[in-house]
T-cell receptor, first 115, second 114 residues
Framework: DADVTQTPRNRITKTGKRIMLECSQT?????MYWYRQDPGLGLRLIYY???????NKGEISDGYSVSRQAQAKFSLSLESAIPNQTALYFC??????????????FGPGTRLTVL | AQSVTQLDSHVSVSEGTPVLLRCNYS??????LFWYVQHPNKGLQLLLK??????LVKGINGFEAEFKKSETSFHLTKPSAHMSDAAEYFC????????????FGKGTMLLVSP
């Protein structure tokens, strides 16, 4: 079974609709992250959470919100989707660990298309 | 502040020839450095990581990278490319501080021809 799961895997929606992407993990990690990937731009951080009571904006948080429902669950919402939010979205988890490296473990991604 | 520059957006090699993917970084702290690989329509998989131990790091599938502080580089190499190596590769930096995030390069697409 996958350690980091994302639902849905693919979604097509229309401009102005509210949409939620969900992420669950069984790794027992405290830290969770949401990224978007666009061709030629790599991955950019949207929001991150270092524990259940902690939420932080990343590089590109405008137009997005998040909810950390439990240690294992971290959801990303688009309140009113727009076409330039069409992208591949990744959830990731980490635990600081003995090597202090912040190595992250990624889910399989959600491909979102906004028409 | 930290940043990563992947010097080539695309690299083309023939099967059996060496692979070199170049990465330069900047970081205010002594960094951790990673290479992740993304195969078509797949998620990201860790190839290798540097965390201030040995400067030559060996990863999966025959890849390795050398941390060179004086050159602020962390280039990825493999002696002999295989068709299955065709993918996008990301160089990633994180400062070695407790509350830190990752900064990704823009990626290098590796194309392997028969």
């Amino acid at each position: 079974d996958a350690d980091v799961t994302q639902t849905p895997r693919n979604r097509i929606t229309k401009t102005g609709k509210r949409i939620m992407l969900e992420c669950s993990q069984t790794k027992g990690h405290d830290r969770m992250y949401w990224y978007r990937q666009d061709p030629g731009l790599g991955l950019r951080l949207i929001y991150y959470s270092f524990d259940v009571k902690d939420i932080n904006k990343g590089e590109i948080s405008d137009g997005y919100s998040v909810s950390r429902q439990a240690q294992a669950k971290f959801s990303l919402s688009l309140e009113s989707a727009i076409p330039n939010q069409t992208a591949l979205y990744f959830c990731a988890t980490s635990d600081l660990g003995r090597d202090q490296s912040n190595e992250q473990f990624f889910g399989p991604g959600t491909r979102l298309t906004v028409l | 502040a930290q940043s990563v520059t992947q010097l080539d957006s695309h690299v083309s090699v023939s099967e059996g020839t060496p692979v070199l993917l170049r990465c330069n970084y900047s970081s205010s702290y002594s960094p951790s450095l990673f290479w992740y690989v993304q195969h078509p329509n797949k998620g990201l998989q860790l190839l290798l990581k540097y965390t201030s131990a040995a400067t030559l790091v060996k990863g999966i599938n025959g890849f390795e990278a050398e941390f060179k502080k004086s050159e602020t580089s962390f280039h990825l190499t493999k002696p002999s490319a295989h068709m299955s190596d065709a993918a996008e590769y990301f160089c990633v930096v994180s400062p070695n501080s407790g509350y830190s995030t990752l900064t990704f390069g823009k990626g290098t697409m590796l194309l392997v021809s028969p």
